[in-house]
């Protein structure tokens, strides 16, 4: 049980428990201790499936990804910000709003993507833009909201959204149930200065996602302070779900005291 003092830690599931397959990762993290998860996509299991995955092992789903492409593919890292890509980025979303839905997750993360080679910036930019307001409309009135993530160049190269301040200047654009996932590790890359870029945006943070820099590996593995990131951003108000989306230290077992202790 967690203890109300305590940060939220959810378990990725595409990230975390990988010694199972996708059906047995549920009652695996269950078993350390978690009370929360992030999904991948739609597609691994069914939505019905999922819903008595997560009853039965009495957990809640707080992050959904919208699908993307398979490796290789032009929407591989997301259909967003793809000007020919716009029927294919409708159905994932719609795909993704109803599977979220069924599960009850409140929360969908729709992937910006890598604009490709003879798009312009501008171009893919505007794309993005007009696509995350077509999303913004579906999901007006489900109760669902939407999140905006950027990620480092480095990692992602070409990636339509490279800054904390980017993201954020979509999510007022378009406004609505739209607000920002804030990447930890994306951000350590990619801006460094972790807590003064989260109190810029920090009205529109809905999520949060954690991982140590420069490998996004388990917090206390890397070049963070877990515990000043951690109660800096609880300091702001914040009470949500921190996701763990990392590359574990050896095996998933024993993770979630890890993280505690990384935090204290």
């Not at 047995?24 to 008595?52: I, Q, S, Y």
């Not at 939407?146 to 070409?158: C, F, H, S, T």
């Not at 200047?169 to 609505?176: D, E, R, T």
Request: hydrophobic residues 40%; proline residues 5%.
């Amino acid at each position: 049980m967690t203890n109300a003092h305590e940060p939220r830690f959810a378990a990725n599931l595409k990230w975390l428990f990988t010694e199972d397959p996708l059906e047995g990762r549920f009652a695996a993290a269950a078993d350390e201790g978690f009370a929360g998860v992030e999904l991948p996509a739609p597609g691994g299991l069914t939505a019905a499936r999922t819903a008595r995955l997560l009853e039965e092992n009495g957990l809640e789903a707080v992050l959904l990804n919208v699908a993307q492409g398979p490796s290789g593919s032009p929407t591989a890292g997301g259909a967003a910000c793809l000007p020919d890509h716009v029927d294919t980025f409708r159905d994932l979303v719609d795909e993704g709003l109803d599977f979220a839905g069924e599960i009850g997750c409140r929360t969908v993360h729709v992937v910006g993507g890598r604009i490709p080679d003879g798009v312009s910036r501008d171009d893919a930019f505007a794309r993005y833009v007009h696509n995350i307001g077509w999303a913004a409309a579906r999901a007006e009135g489900t109760g669902l909201r939407i999140v905006l993530e950027m990620q480092n160049q480095r990692d992602a190269p070409g990636f339509v959204l490279g800054s904390q301040a980017m993201a954020a200047a979509v999510a007022k654009a378009v406004g609505g149930p739209v607000g920002l996932l804030f990447d930890v590790f994306h951000t350590q890359v990619a801006e460094g200065d972790v807590t003064r870029t989260f109190d810029a945006v920090r009205p529109l943070v809905q999520h949060i996602q954690i991982g140590d820099g420069p490998g996004r590996t388990e917090p206390g593995t890397g070049e963070l302070d877990w515990h000043y990131v951690v109660e800096h951003v609880r300091a702001s108000g914040y009470t949500g779900w921190f996701g763990c989306e990392f590359i574990p230290a050896g095996t998933s077992a024993g993770v979630l005291q890890r993280l505690k202790e990384a935090v204290r």
